[in-house]
């Protein structure tokens, strides 16, 4: 089992900045990891993709954050990272973490509890 645990929401200015965690505890030594993936649901909506990042380092980002948001990731700590900057109100979400991993072959996926980014005008 992995657990991950996410941290660094709050509540900030427009305009301003985050930075989210997200640690991996567990058997995670035991999978091969595919990627990480940050995603947001704000009240009412369905929950987005806004970045992800594969084993090899590759990044995708949802448009509307592209140029704002980097993820990125620490594999000595098992951790991945959201910088969130120039923040806009519609940012406004509970973000998400999620790894991907292989477990004897199959695709398995984990996700973090979540943390509040309140963005005020």
């Known amino acids: 089992q992995v657990q991950l645990v996410e941290s660094g929401g709050g509540l900030v200015q427009a305009g301003g900045s985050l930075r989210l965690s997200c640690a991996a505890s567990g058997s995670i030594f035991s999978f091969n990891i595919m990627g990480w993936g940050w995603y947001r649901q704000a009240p009412g909506k369905q929950r987005e993709l806004v970045a992800t990042i594969t084993s090899g380092g590759s990044t995708n980002y949802l448009d509307s954050v592209k140029g704002r948001f980097t993820i990125s990731r620490d594999n000595a700590k098992n951790t991945v990272y959201l910088q969130l900057n120039s923040l806009k109100p519609d940012d406004t979400a509970v973000y998400y973490c999620?790894?991907?991993?292989?477990?004897?072959?199959?695709?398995?996926?984990?996700w973090g509890q979540g943390t509040q980014v309140t963005v005020s005008s």
């Open positions: 999620n790894l991907a991993v292989l477990h004897r072959g199959a695709p398995v996926t984990y």
